[in-house]
């Protein structure tokens, strides 16, 4: 306990007590009726020294003097010329008698920057959580639209081999054809004038058999250079979806990384209000 003539002790502490604060702060040491040590902050000070000076009634001093406990409120500026948040707690005799208080005081500025930043980043993250989350659901959809057109010219290239297959048929029968109407043709010159008019559509069975396979050919010619651009295509689209892949794994860290910056900024808010009201 602290003697009832004896308020010195406190008035030498402050020094330290200040050292041991988290934040910049005054503090103020008071009998039961005016302030009898002051010791201001680098930043937060009051216009003059309120030693000697009475208390103000309706300070928190008065008040944590009168209920007997720690009082902590916000001071409005028209009482000392600054507005800040005031913690004070009696001081008690070793009878167990008020005989004044210690309280220790930061500037609201200081909270309240401190909120609204931890407010702007909370906002910012949330933001950025939903803009990544969006980025996200549209890289998934567009991987989906990545693997059915993927599908699909893989589907294609397997109808052009089946293409192929038929006009390897289509070949084979004008080959067949020509030997056929070349045949004829050969019967007919034997059979003289009676062969005359077998001889005239020998000759157009075999030219359209060459026509059939010149057409084949030309056909062969577009099917493979479609077949060679459409799995240039495909290792395209191949290299989007890994790309896609890439894109919808690093939104998604985005994300989960934005989220905890978001929950972050929460913790702040919340400590803002413990460390300084």
Not at 126 to 152: G, H, M, V
Not at 163 to 181: E, K, P
Request: charged letters at 25%; proline letters at 3%; glycine letters at 8%.
């Amino acid at each position: 306990m602290i003697s009832n003539n004896n308020l010195d002790a406190v008035i030498k502490a402050m020094p330290y007590i200040q050292r041991i604060v988290p934040i910049d702060c005054m503090i103020a040491v008071s009998d039961r009726e005016k302030y009898v040590g002051y010791l201001s902050g680098k930043e937060i000070k009051l216009p003059g020294d309120p030693t000697g000076q009475p208390l103000p009634e309706g300070d928190g001093t008065v008040q944590a003097m009168r209920m007997g406990k720690t009082i902590d409120v916000v001071i409005p500026k028209e009482v000392f010329g600054i507005a800040f948040q005031a913690c004070t707690t009696p001081v008690f005799d070793d009878e167990g008698e008020i005989i004044g208080s210690i309280g220790t005081a930061i500037g609201v500025s200081n909270r309240e920057t401190l909120n609204y930043m931890a407010e702007r980043v909370a906002s910012a993250s949330q933001q950025t959580t939903a803009s990544a989350e969006e980025l996200s659901t549209s890289a998934e959809r567009l991987a989906i639209q990545q693997k059915r057109l993927q599908d699909e010219g893989k589907e294609v290239i397997e109808q052009l081999n089946k293409s192929g297959d038929i006009l390897q048929l289509i070949n084979t029968v004008a080959v067949r054809s020509n030997i056929l109407g070349l045949n004829a043709s050969i019967e007919a010159a034997r059979a003289g004038e009676h062969g005359r008019g077998f001889s005239v559509v020998a000759d157009e069975v075999r030219k359209m058999a060459g026509d059939s396979a010149d057409s084949v050919t030309q056909v062969r010619q577009i099917l493979g250079t479609i077949d060679r651009q459409l799995k240039e295509m495909i290792a395209q689209i191949d290299e989007i979806t890994e790309i896609g892949e890439e894109q919808v794994a690093a939104t998604e860290e985005i994300s989960a990384a934005m989220q905890e910056l978001s929950s972050t900024a929460e913790e702040v808010q919340r400590a803002a209000k413990l460390v300084i009201g």
